[in-house]
């Protein structure tokens, strides 16, 4: 065994009692297919570990062979405890096990959920956000005219929205929020307890407004008012001086104080005859034309509302 020359490359020369022989080193086998020889034709090939069933570095793996040996690396995903380059004779067992991306917080973008799966991982934008430019974007909810009913206001907020009834609705589900188009903003009815004492209560879509009864006046000077705090004060009530002074109904409309309310209608109607009187006459003379003083009276005499509430009595004064 000493000559070098008589084992080829890649093989050991074993001496033996007057005579030797040649073996195979790990990773080569003899091309003769014998475990030792002496034929200095045989030659040392290279076992292609990699290309056996199953291939020795198991699931979940590469297998790079080399000279003599093999490497073993895990595919990416994956990992070993004893490192992800492994060759025969390390230390330890070589296993790739899945490695679990989402153990590592910021392998995913903000406002998204991890999903680990073998060898990978995948994120999704959480809902009410929408993947953009490899991040997650708050979607606009209000953007969507759908999003809430009519006569509400849509708020957008991250990741979310809410709708809120408008001043003079409420919504049918009975939460101050809600989403989508499940609940409805229904109109308040605000007549129930809005309006003082002597007016009337006009509600519309989402408001409301007070009048005060005929013979009272809002204290705010206005017609139509929504303000609470004013209050319908009874006004005082003076006849024409061309009204019968002595007449018992046409008393009732000159006491001094405000007129009853179950007056009032009464004595604006005196007045709104002998207005028309007035008008007709207005240029002092006798000459009264029939026509125009008929024609005047229409108006007054077309309240056919008016004058059926009056009692046998006030229509005679009338």
């Known amino acids: ?20 022989y040649c073996a195979c080193k790990q990773g080569f086998l003899s091309s003769n297919g014998q475990n030792h020889f002496k034929d200095p034709g045989v030659r040392c090939k290279d076992i292609d570990e990699c290309s056996q069933s199953p291939q020795p570095c198991g699931p979940n793996s590469s297998c790079k062979n080399l000279s003599g040996r093999y490497k073993c690396s895990c595919l ?7 490192g992800n380059d492994w060759v025969p004779g390390k230390p330890g067992n070589f296993s790739c096990t899945d490695i679990n991306e989402c153990l590592t917080s910021s ?40 999003a809430c009913p009519e006569h509400a206001t849509c708020n957008n907020t991250v990741g979310n929205y809410s709708c809120f009834c408008n001043p003079g ?32 209560c006009t509600n519309t879509p989402g ?3 007070c009048t005060c009864h ?32 002595d007449n018992k109904q046409i008393q009732q409309c000159q006491e001094g104080t405000a007129v009853k309310p179950a007056y009032v209608s009464f004595c604006a109607q005196i007045n709104n005859i002998f207005s028309v009187l007035d008008k007709v006459c ?3 003379t006798t000459v009264v034309s029939l026509k125009n003083t008929t024609e005047s009276f229409v108006p007054v005499l077309k309240q056919i509302s008016t004058w059926t509430k009056f009692t046998k009595e006030e229509t005679s004064s009338l």
Do not use: W
């Open 76 to 82: 990416d995903g994956f990992s070993s405890p004893t």
């Open 1 to 20: 065994c000493r000559d070098s020359t008589l084992c080829p490359a890649y093989a050991t020369c074993t001496n033996t009692v007057d005579s030797y």
């Open 282 to 284: 207005e240029n002092k």
């Open 169 to 200: 609705f409420e919504s049918s589900s009975g939460h101050l929020s809600f989403q989508g188009l499940k609940a409805s903003c229904e109109d308040i009815d605000e007549c129930t307890e809005m309006c003082p004492i002597n007016s009337t």
């Open 214 to 245: 005929p013979g009272f006046a809002p204290s705010n000077g206005q017609l139509n008012f929504t303000d609470q705090g004013v209050e319908c004060r009874g006004v005082l009530f003076k006849c024409k001086e061309d009204v019968i002074p």
């Open 207 to 209: 408001s409301y407004f």
């Open 107 to 146: 392998v995913c973008p903000e406002h998204s959920d991890c999903v680990n799966s073998m060898g990978s991982y995948s994120c999704s934008c959480q809902v009410g956000f929408i993947s953009r430019n490899s991040t997650c974007e708050d979607v606009d909810e209000c953007a969507d005219p759908r």
